[in-house]
């Protein structure tokens, strides 16, 4: 990754914070805290999906082999 690229995203993320500390009425633990709920609710999110695929897989399985 170029340093152009990388300072790029820096500056994104740095923009991203002022906007989520902004938007907590500048408040840094409101931000962190709401920040840490997205999280956790994007991890339930993700644990569900996975749980998904791999009821599909299991119902897509072959169920023995033929000879």
Not at 10 to 21: G, S
């Amino acid at each position: 990754m170029s340093r152009s690229h990388t300072r790029s995203l820096l500056d994104a993320y740095e923009l991203a914070i002022d906007e989520v500390v902004a938007a907590c009425d500048g408040d840094v633990r409101g931000a962190l805290r709401a920040l840490m709920l997205v999280n956790e609710q994007l991890e339930q999110r993700l644990e569900r999906m996975s749980a998904q695929l791999d009821d599909q897989s299991e119902n897509h399985r072959p169920r023995g082999l033929l000879h």
